[in-house]
């Protein structure tokens, strides 16, 4: 047999790597795919880097010899991001964790993209700043750069789009640039940065992340308030939001959700009805300020047993609920696996989008439960599946797919924070037309002339 | 003589711009430059559009034959952005100024590009909402665009760049797409919204943008406090940051300005020291806590005499001098013009670089007079030049250098906001690095193969 040109790449990356370049079954098994639905592939070795340099020469040889590589941190992707689907290199950064610099004045650092959130926030706690942005699982923040991801605190604080000063990125040739910088705005030329956040692992690798922090706040409290119907919740968000209070997180849960997060985590006391969770962030009197205007909003549209916790203790475990609604959402069918949706639309379409698509899954005989980070208008719409079923996921990706389409004729996105991938490449054309399609083709051609870097992602070809 | 290119766009894009195609004199000279010190240069023609389609047409008609296209807006630019240095035609939008949605639940509208934030505002002002970006001057919305535009409330509310949440751009072909879309937030593939954002009219021509709208707070309320020492304001202004009150402006003026500010506006009762002028947006209670807040800690760092004003009268006459300081600063020597740097640098070196600056002018004999948002570590060095003197702008301009010097060996850049345009070209690659800046040019040359678009801007050739 023809000696592979991934052949050359392995044995040459071995002479730098040594056996942190790897063809063991199980490492490549466990580099197949993250936490997606998506049918497993195996990549022909994987690479654990630990310096851009390695990072580099190894993307610098897949260059030479045209074979593809895809950057892996935590393998949380929910959209088929991680996944070879061409084979190739799977290009570890998990092991790039340094913090190189936190910067006190400017409340800012450096970091490895192999860092989690929680190891930053772990870190910069005696400092007293934090880093907002939280996905809930996980993840590496070289990923959620990769996927221009949010999460709960985004309402208030921005996404990572808005928290990352800089970047050091591996370009498809092994080039090693520099974007952004220091300063917390600059108007010196095109905007690289944003260009490579969000690009999902197709125009560069990301070896180092500049992100902006933020002072913990003096005080902090959740509410919980709770609605007889989906139409009143989403009213109280669209007036919160309007009036600008400045709501770290709000939450929705939908009653089948509730129901399931009280069953499996234990929260006495609620009903299985609609319900916001809330957080503040401010001086003491602001966040009493804060929960006594959200009080008087919800009231006003059908709110009742508005709850206040500033107690940490009693705060934990709403907000531990809250997290772990995915596996609630999971359990409330055992055996069953959900697909996870993930459109955003304006915040005046939202009630239209959850309760059309809530009523057509349950027409047509699906489990749905729905959590979302309402203040932007992102939901998540759990669907369940028997994974025993042979049609199962085929029909979960249908509802999936009628959830998206709803979405977008209300003026949304398939995509709120999760990311194209695979999973949600047929709309990426719907969503921008033609034209715009063919200016991102051009920007891939431009700065992946071979196509190397996550080849098959985001694009259908 | 042979016919000249641009004779044929001329003749072709009467057709359908009829008398708003024009080689009047007195236009050209015009649209010969902005607000700044660049040397004039006529355009062959402007054209005054008044829809997409015409813009789109023209650029076409420019793209045929090779002609160059230079947005013009208000004229207001500081760094030579709409000087047709090539000639070619000035495609004036200053018509395009319809507001052509405003979604009130949502909070976003789509406006055309001639709008500027005044007529904006005033639009808005009923609604309970305002578009908070504000450089001071009487710019047009698309211009902001182009320059990657922020001012006094961008501490707060971020600058354009987290305010747009699409636009409709001409391509240099006359092709015509839109990017974004009306959600708060997205991860649906390159974000070509940044890309256009502060790519000073070398990429696309904006035809419409949709934009994020904020609430008009419950309450306002301003703040001057002042400094015996540029140090003790500097302090405070990051200890604020810190503490992550969030002024909605936090501008200083050093003694020179605060002194030629006080003879302009009248400013009876101030010293002529190095001052903070703040203002804070939020509920009755927030603002009165965050002055409070802001009085102590000025108070530690030798600030004196903090005075807080709710009066709206008496906020408008102190923030009327802010936005005129400008004017202040060229009064103070009569017959002098200014050439206006715009360095930006991590605030935990804003001291290091203002009392510098300032030394060093004053030991080449520079009058400099400084205004900085110090919240985000920007500042506008004013160096006064006689227009007279042969040497006079040449010398500014070598003081403008050493400035931004001191400001990049700080860890800065050249712009935080006026963006790069002429003047500030031979830094771009200083800033960014070969790679970068070859990065730069490859999205350049994919956009725009022939050039057309404001050529000779942002990068030296």
């Not at 052949?7 to 040594?18: E, K, M, S």
């Not at 790039?96 to 400017?106: G, K, R, S, W, Y």
Request: proline share 4%.
């Amino acid at each position: 047999m023809a000696p592979r040109p991934v052949d050359a790449v392995i044995a040459a990356a071995r002479g730098f790597l040594g056996d942190r370049l790897t063809t063991n079954a199980a490492m490549r098994e466990q580099h197949a795919k993250g936490e997606d639905s998506s049918t497993p592939t195996l990549p022909d070795a994987v690479a654990f880097v630990e310096t851009t340099e390695e990072a580099s020469r190894l993307v610098a040889l897949c260059h030479q010899h045209e074979v593809p590589v895809v950057a892996f941190g935590a393998g949380t992707s929910l959209e088929g991001h991680v996944n070879p689907v061409r084979g190739g290199i799977s290009l570890d950064l998990s092991r790039m964790t340094a913090i190189l610099e936190v910067n006190e004045q400017d409340m800012d650092c450096l970091i490895e993209p192999g860092v989690t959130r929680q190891q930053l926030n772990e870190h910069l706690r005696d400092k007293g700043m934090f880093f907002p942005v939280d996905p809930g699982s996980h993840c590496t923040i070289g990923g959620m750069v990769a996927t221009r991801a949010s999460g709960t605190n985004a309402v208030r604080y921005g996404t990572i789009r808005e928290n990352t000063l800089g970047l050091e990125v591996v370009l498809a040739d092994g080039r090693v640039i520099a974007t952004g910088g220091r300063t917390r705005k600059a108007a010196n030329g095109y905007d690289l940065t944003r260009l490579f956040i969000g690009s999902e692992g197709t125009l560069g690798i990301v070896t180092k992340v500049r992100l902006r922090l933020h002072g913990i706040p003096e005080a902090m409290s959740s509410a919980v308030v709770q609605f007889a119907t989906l139409q009143g919740a989403v009213e109280s968000v669209i007036q919160v939001m309007q009036m600008g209070i400045p709501v770290a997180r709000i939450e929705l849960l939908d009653d089948d959700m509730m129901a399931a997060s009280i069953a499996y985590s234990k929260l006495e006391g609620y009903a299985p009805a609609t319900t916001l969770f809330l957080k503040f962030h401010g001086s003491e009197a602001g966040v009493a300020e804060q929960a006594a205007m959200v009080e008087a909003i919800t009231a006003e549209h059908g709110g009742t047993g508005f709850r206040w916790a500033t107690d940490a203790a009693e705060r934990n475990r709403l907000w531990k609920a809250r997290h772990d609604s995915y596996w609630a959402g999971c359990a409330a069918k055992p055996g069953h696996k959900a697909l996870t949706t993930d459109v955003c639309v304006p915040i005046s379409r939202l009630a239209e989008a959850l309760v059309g698509a809530k009523e057509e899954a349950k027409a047509l005989g699906h489990f749905t439960c729905i959590v979302g980070h309402v203040g932007d208008g992102n939901f998540h719409q759990m669907v369940l599946y028997d994974p025993a079923d042979p049609q199962g996921l085929e029909r979960a990706w249908d509802m999936d797919r009628r959830i998206v389409e709803r979405g977008l004729a209300l003026g949304g996105t398939c995509s709120g924070e999760h990311g194209i991938g695979l999973g949600k490449r047929e709309f990426l054309e719907r969503e921008h037309g033609a034209e715009a399609l063919a200016v991102m083709r051009g920007l891939k051609q431009t700065l992946d002339p071979k196509g190397i870097l996550n080849p098959g992602k985001m694009f259908r070809n």
